[in-house]
């Protein structure tokens, strides 16, 4: 059920001690308040217990000697970091507190913390906010994004607090962002990435180096394309990062990642992974998280490089070796994904998913051994049937090999066998399915629905040149595969061809609006949600734009603004048969709220059947990672709609605010106002129909 959401916990960002510990984070939903709660959680021989008493806290780290935790502690709408002794007792903070601050490390003799967190504006800054009117003054394309909304010109910068008393030191400034430091093991020097003199469009990155006595800067690799996550070997002299050295034509994961070492001083850096077939890196798609996730970790002899990759639809660590650049996996296997890691010196702790489980936290030896689990944190699952996917292999025209998973209902309807099936399309295009849990696709197995999701050309963890095949061609090989995954999983169940409908978000959402006009007769119904679904005002509107134009190798600087047009889903519209929903958040900078409101306006004009749900407040991630009250909605609105065109046998209504209602057997959640008002609505609507 939608409001099953609330009961929800989510492990993310996995920490080792020197003594074995494992701290993480641990994601609920408050209901009540409409908001996301975060606790550090910790796992030893005692036990797993919550560790720290906030509402908002983590970024998680444990000192060199593993006796003190440090966190970050949400304040409103600052953050700061609090010391915890790892013996009990109460948490004090350390540092100012700053906006979006993050990114914890401890210098290795204990004295210092590296983090990184929005600085004071430089006068050089290319944006103004006047406070008190919210007026600003733009001179970058980099004014927004959608992960940290609208800039005001302050750029997130390197600061190092002292341990012990808490004074700190701004290392960093300019017109640029800093990720991901890390300490050089003697302490005198830290690495991190960032966009240095760099174009405001550009895709590509590198790995620097700030002086810790006197901030010098000095570059160690030469832009060739994205460098990020580095990190120093144990004797000093080679920092190791991900990154690739395509230009800017990696951009959005349509190259392989790579594992890269570079000498400290400076040097040509060494790929040590070109042989290997997948990408390095976690491109897996969920509902419950984020994907991204990055580990580069040393072995303490420093013969290998711990890191992940994501083989044919699993997030998996494995072992790179420095010598030969051999690629051996560690954990994880085509059942499930690692969400994130850390290595420490005989231990691997990790969190993982599978279609059957949101998130639990275990640890292993570091050859993947003695694998145990130390966390139950969703144990009321076991109350509720879930569906199993099933994974088919089906091959394409021309002789590729896709993949596809199958969710039979876990009790189906009466009738003549044939079941009902929603088609999902994954985002990006270079994410893609797999091995993870989707409370969205489980919810519609409940309802009586067969759910089909796979991987077409354009997907991660096939190789490089599957992802890149969807280049200059998106609505091309990509819809070809598509409908092959379809026709496999209709032949399967099998399903009813008369009961079929399309969904997806994001690049997924283009497909589903592509596809309702380009295959109409194939669908019941579709919802596109947080779609692209005009090229030319997308790419002037999002806050990464000129990225559709290298994707489909078309730009509006040399005069193709017809070509980007065609390739657009609203050029389809016409042609649309079967019902729409659309769903968009209205504080999108990716895909800008315009995007609906495009084909939204259109459709209608058009007199074709569509309807609309816009989220206030919530982001282009609002599926994983918005205000519960609106992620239950979307739910809810997804389940309704698809009962309708897929279920006929359900009453239905027509009355506005019918997709809001809760499902039938769904327990009363306390995130609304206006439940009974609702259900009101739609009671009355049914005894009239």
């Known amino acids: 059920m939608p409001s099953d959401l609330l009961r929800l916990r989510i492990a993310q960002s996995p920490v080792l001690s020197v003594d074995g510990r494992v701290a993480f984070v641990v994601h609920e939903s408050d209901g009540e308040r409409d908001e996301r709660l ?125 341990a012990g008393g808490g004074a700190t030191e701004q290392m960093t400034r300019g017109e640029f962002d800093v990720a ?166 005989d231990c691997i702790a990790f969190i993982y998913t599978d279609p059957l489980v949101p998130a639990e936290v275990a640890v292993c030896a570091l050859d993947g051994g003695g694998e145990r689990r130390l966390t139950e944190l969703n144990p009321w699952l076991a109350e509720i049937d879930l569906a199993t996917p099933e994974r088919l292999r089906p091959l394409h025209a021309d002789g590729t090999r896709l993949d596809l998973w199958v969710m039979r209902p876990p009790r189906a309807g009466a009738g003549d066998g044939r079941l009902p099936l929603v088609f999902e399309i994954h985002g990006g295009p270079h994410g893609c399915y797999g091995s993870a849990f989707f409370i969205e696709f489980q919810m519609l197995a409940g309802q009586g629905l067969a759910v089909a999701y796979g991987n077409i050309r354009g997907s991660q963890s096939y190789g490089e040149a599957f992802a890149r095949a969807v280049m200059g061609d998106w609505g091309g090989i990509d819809v070809a595969d598509a409908l092959t995954l379809l026709d496999a999983a209709v032949t399967h169940l099998p399903a009813d061809p008369a009961r079929v409908a399309v969904a997806g978000g994001s690049y997924g959402g283009f497909m589903t609006s592509l596809l309702m006009g380009r295959a109409a007769e194939r669908f019941a119904c579709g919802i596109s949600m947080r779609a692209v679904n005009e090229m030319i005002s997308m790419i002037g509107s999002s806050d990464l734009g000129w990225f559709l134009e290298r994707e489909l190798e078309a730009s509006l600087l040399e005069g193709e603004a017809q070509r980007l047009y065609a390739a657009s889903p609203l050029s389809a519209a016409k042609d649309y048969r079967a019902p729409l929903l659309i769903l968009h958040g209205e504080r999108d900078y990716r895909c800008p709220l315009g995007q609906a409101e495009e084909l939204f306006q259109l459709l209608r004009r058009l007199r074709k059947p569509v309807e609309m749900v816009r989220f206030e407040r919530d982001s282009h991630g609002l599926s994983r990672d918005g205000h519960p009250r609106n992620r239950i909605l979307r739910l809810r609105a997804i389940a309704h709609w698809m009962a309708r065109w897929l279920l006929p046998e359900r009453a239905r209504s027509d009355a506005a605010g019918w997709l809001f209602a809760p499902l039938e057997g769904e327990a009363g959640d306390a995130t609304s106002n206006s439940e009974d008002a609702v259900s009101a609505i739609l009671a009355s609507a049914a005894s009239c129909s």
């Open 38 to 162: 975060t606790a550090v959680w910790v796992a030893d021989e005692s036990g797993v217990r919550r560790f720290t008493g906030g509402e908002h806290d983590a970024s998680p780290r444990f000192s060199p000697d593993g006796r003190t935790l440090a966190f970050v502690r949400s304040e409103g709408e600052r953050r700061r970091i609090y010391l915890l002794p790892t013996s009990g007792g109460e948490a004090r903070p350390l540092s100012p507190a700053y906006d979006a601050l993050g990114a914890l490390r401890w210098s290795p003799d204990g004295s210092r913390i590296a983090f990184t967190a929005k600085a004071e504006r430089d006068a050089g800054a290319e944006i103004y906010l006047d406070q008190r009117s919210g007026a600003r003054h733009i001179r970058t394309l980099l004014y927004k994004s959608d992960e940290e909304g609208l800039g005001d010109g302050r750029r997130r910068h390197l600061f190092v607090v002292d």
């Open 180 to 345: 991901a430091p890390s300490w050089s093991p003697a302490g005198d020097e830290i690495a991190f990435a960032a966009q240095i003199d760099l174009p405001e469009t550009s895709f590509r990155s590198d790995i620097w180096i700030v002086a810790a006595a006197n901030g010098t800067l000095r570059r160690l690799t030469r832009s060739l394309g994205w460098a990020a996550s580095p990190a120093f070997s144990n004797d000093g002299r080679s920092i190791a990062y991900i990154g690739h050295e395509h230009g800017d034509d990696g951009v959005g994961g349509s190259r392989n990642m790579q594992v890269f070492v570079v000498p400290r001083e400076g040097g040509t850096a060494r790929c040590l992974t070109e042989r290997y077939r997948y990408g390095i890196g976690d491109h897996v798609f969920s509902d419950t998280r984020g994907h991204g996730s990055d580990l580069i970790a040393w072995s303490e002899d420093d013969a290998a490089i711990f890191a992940l990759a994501t083989v044919e639809g699993s997030a998996q660590v494995v072992r790179v070796g420095v010598g030969d650049g051999s690629v051996a996996p560690v954990v994880g296997d085509t059942g499930r994904s690692v969400t994130g890691a850390d290595v420490g010196r």
